[in-house]
């Protein structure tokens, strides 16, 4: 039986591949390493299963890496991310002992850039469809913003750039800020981000609304914030969401999400900043309406008042006129009173004085009557008397004595 060694089988295999020429491919990245040379693991996946149909190895040698983050100004690290699909020119090649694989020799990053555009138009689609692009602007936003959950990098210049504006406001207004710190960029940012929000989400009565900020960057650099399940995760949120993740010309996914979308952390700053004060202006303005309302009530009371004792003065001076009226009435009654009294009295004295003069012994001894006397006393029946006793006997013009001789009892 004829038979090849293992080697010279390689060997005829390498031959094979000898002298073919470049070729540009289109695959999605499934692992990448870059340690000097950049190491990828590049498949292609059915449209409707998601099933691995293909997969090889490929090199991108680190002279070739230099050349061509010179020339894209150090994008294409930003592009060699696990999940991105790229075009790329190749140059198939076998060894020996590692087998088949691709060297890169170009990226075509324009390819890569329109391929994540649609699939940000094609995730946008789908937050629509579910009806989740609305559900942040449907939420109440606090008449006052005061208490702010931030999500981004400590070390983000756009997290320092966004506390110096707070902090630094001519205002004076005073804010809580809580940092739930998280990667922006890279493979593990999306789930970070998700996590930290999921985190507010459990204390969501402690804040008042979420700000994700991150401060600008390449196209690249931010393509995390048109991961779906983030964009999800900003839509389900209890709490208003507040963006400033620094795009200057696209909107991305958590942009369109979001209650509010602004270009920079500074922007959500003022934004809040702006809020707060149209609270105070509608305050003060309220506060004025209602000094104004007081003002106006204390004038009209004041009227009222003075008119009241207007009122009242008259009416005092004209009841003081009344009783003074009455007073002299009753004086007058009483005065009327006391003379027919008087007059009443003065004629019982008169009578009295006429019936004391009728009786006097002196007018009825002028009408022919006479007076007894016994030792000096009137006479009476019940008088003793005794023989001897001088009896006189008196008349208006006489006086006749005599003397008791006989008593007959």
């Not at 894209?72 to 690290?77: L, N, P, S």
């Not at 995730?123 to 629509?128: A, D, I």
């Not at 007073?327 to 009443?344: D, E, F, G, P, V």
Request: proline share 2%; hydrophobic share 40%; glycine share 6%.
């Amino acid at each position: 039986m004829q038979h090849l060694s293992l080697a010279t089988l390689t060997q005829q295999i390498k031959t094979l591949f000898f002298g073919l020429g470049e070729v540009w491919v289109t695959a999605e990245i499934a692992e990448v390493s870059i340690k000097g040379h950049c190491y990828l693991d590049l498949v292609q996946k059915d449209e409707k299963t998601n099933a691995v149909v293909a997969k090889i190895r490929a090199n991108l040698w680190q002279t070739t890496l230099w050349a061509i983050r010179t020339t894209t100004k150090g994008e294409v690290d930003k592009l060699l991310q696990k999940g991105n699909k790229v075009l790329l020119a190749v140059t198939p090649t076998f060894h020996e002992v590692y087998g088949v694989a691709l060297v890169v020799h170009k990226v075509d990053i324009n390819y890569t850039m329109g391929e994540l555009e649609r699939q940000r138009l094609a995730t946008l689609e789908r937050l629509v469809a579910a009806g989740l692009h609305e559900k942040q602007k449907k939420l109440p936003l606090p008449v006052v913003l005061q208490r702010i959950a931030v999500v981004s990098s400590a070390e983000a210049a756009g997290y320092e750039d966004f506390l110096t504006h707070l902090e630094q406001n001519p205002l004076g207004y005073a804010f809580d800020v809580s940092l739930f710190s998280s990667a922006v960029q890279g493979e593990k940012a999306a789930p970070e981000l998700i996590n930290r929000l999921l985190e507010i989400a459990e204390i969501g009565d402690d804040f008042d609304c979420v700000v994700l900020i991150r401060g600008g960057g390449s196209r690249l650099d931010l393509e995390v914030f048109n991961h779906e399940e983030l964009a999800k995760t900003i839509a389900i949120m209890p709490l208003p969401v507040l963006t400033g993740i620094g795009h200057q010309k696209d909107q991305s996914v958590a942009d369109f999400v979001s209650f509010y979308s602004l270009k920079t952390p500074t922007a959500v700053a003022e934004f809040l900043l702006q809020h707060n004060l149209q609270f105070h202006q509608e305050m003060e303005g309220a506060v004025q309406q209602i000094k104004q309302r007081i003002q106006q009530k204390l004038h009209t009371e004041q009227l009222e008042l003075k008119t009241y004792l207007a009122h009242l003065q008259l009416v005092s001076k004209k009841n003081v006129l009344l009783e003074q009226q009455q007073i002299q009435y009753q004086r007058q009654r009483l005065r009327q009173a006391i003379q027919q009294n008087l007059w009443k009295e003065q004629n019982k004295i008169q009578q009295l004085q006429q019936t004391l003069t009728s009786l006097h012994p002196n007018q009825i001894l002028a009408r022919g009557y006479t007076m007894t006397l016994l030792n000096g006393k009137l006479l009476t029946a019940q008088t003793a008397m005794k023989v001897g006793d001088e009896i006189v006997s008196k008349g208006q013009d006489f006086e006749v004595k005599s003397h008791v001789v006989i008593i007959n009892l």
